[in-house]
């Protein structure tokens, strides 16, 4: 089982930034997947989630409301998240998580840093 992050990075206040998570190693399509973020002493946070199967639904955190999109692509194995209007506050440590029943995976995380 793999988790892959990618897409963060450096970007200034107001800025967008795409992250990825590409996986492999179990069935995808039925697996809620989740975006969690650490920023440095605080406690892992859950940003967005969207659900498997057919007419998936979404959940986002209050703090990324209206800035943030959660996607998935089954084809490819693949879980988006799309940040806009970002502030300093969202920089964190960002990790993609899979979630089933009595399974959980975690990537490794990607940082994203928002400067002001």
């Known amino acids: 089982v793999q988790l892959v992050e990618s897409g963060g990075g450096l970007v200034q206040f107001g800025g967008s930034l795409r992250l990825s998570c590409a996986a492999s190693?179990?069935?995808?399509?039925?697996?809620?997947m989740r975006w969690y973020r650490q920023a440095p002493g605080k406690e892992r946070e859950l940003v967005a989630s969207?659900?498997?199967?057919?007419?998936?639904?979404?959940y986002y955190a209050d703090s990324v409301k209206g800035r943030f999109t959660i996607s998935r692509d089954n084809s490819k194995n693949t879980v988006y998240l799309q940040m806009n209007s970002l502030k300093p506050e969202d920089t964190a440590v960002y990790y993609c998580?899979?979630?089933?029943?009595?399974?959980?995976?975690w990537g490794q995380g990607t940082q994203v840093t928002v400067s002001s």
């Open positions: 998580n899979a979630h089933w029943v009595a399974s959980d995976y």
């Open positions: 969207i659900g498997g199967g057919v007419g998936a639904s979404n």
């Open positions: 190693g179990f069935t995808f399509s039925i697996y809620a």
